[in-house]
């Protein structure tokens, strides 16, 4: 069992920059794919980028390709989602995800943290 716990939300203005963290229990984290995804106000979750087990892939959602990235500390069992040139579009619960036979762009992964509220104002 993997329990998955995001940090670093908040409200930042339009251009600015956010440092999303997610602290991962368990010895097996580096066998996991690791995922971010967000949901804003009734709209379905959606995939925004992911990272292979090892690290030395990265995968991202055409809207924040250039502008997020995404990386992973197998030895700190955690993985990041660093966010520039934010928009307010781009304000939504963000959410952590592990899965175990790699990377999806659906929902359909394995864990699931809480989420962290990212809301960016104009």
């Known amino acids: 069992q993997v329990q998955l716990v995001e940090s670093g939300g908040g409200l930042v203005q339009a251009g600015g920059s956010l440092r999303l963290s997610c602290a991962a229990s368990?010895?097996?984290?580096?066998?996991?794919?690791m995922g971010w995804f967000r949901q804003a106000p009734g709209k379905e979750r959606e995939f925004v980028a992911a990272i292979s087990w090892s690290g030395n892939r990265a995968y991202y959602a055409d809207s924040v390709k250039g502008r997020f990235t995404i990386s992973r500390d197998n030895a700190k069992n955690t993985v990041y989602l660093q966010m520039n040139s934010l928009k307010p579009e781009d304000t939504a619960v963000y959410y952590c995800?592990?899965?175990?036979?790699?990377?999806?762009?659906?929902?359909?992964?394995?864990?699931w943290g809480q989420g962290t509220q990212v809301t960016v104002s104009s």
């Open positions: 368990g010895r097996t984290f580096s066998s996991y794919a």
């Open positions: 995800a592990g899965r175990i036979e790699g990377v999806v762009t659906t929902t359909r992964w394995d864990y």
